[in-house]
């Protein structure tokens, strides 16, 4: 990839994060969301730099372990989604429990209407 631009992102005003995307000559971008620490030491100026030290980290990884989702301790890197496993029933079950606490939210729409009083009687 050979890299035409840079773009620095501040998210929530820099005080969250920079998210740092590198744009490509044939159109290819890459993006890295970085996270601010609590000292807030990531800034407009170093975020670049900083990108780029979490690619290179990225390039020398090794992808194969991550491709089973095992480290080298045989402890698994990621979970699989439900998805990816094709588990139905998992599926089936997420979003019954995300509505769980939604139960006023999704009730039957009620009727209501909207009264503002005004005086029309016109005065002359």
Not at 46 to 65: F, H
Not at 69 to 83: D, I, K, L, V, W
């Amino acid at each position: 990839m050979h890299v035409v631009g840079t773009q620095v992102i501040p998210e929530q005003g820099g005080r969250a994060g920079f998210t740092v995307e590198f744009v490509g000559e044939g159109g290819e971008i890459v993006s890295v969301s970085l996270r601010n620490d609590a000292s807030r030491s990531l800034n407009r100026m170093n975020a670049v730099e900083r990108a780029k030290e979490v690619m290179m980290e990225l390039a020398n990884t090794e992808t194969k372990d991550l491709d089973n989702g095992e480290s080298q301790t045989g402890q698994p890197n990621m979970r699989r989604s439900a998805r990816f496993n094709k588990d139905t029933d998992e599926m089936e079950r997420q979003p019954d429990e995300g509505l769980e606490d939604s139960f006023p939210a999704s009730d039957p729409v009620s009727v209501t209407a909207s009264t503002i009083p005004t005086d029309r009687a016109k005065k002359h």
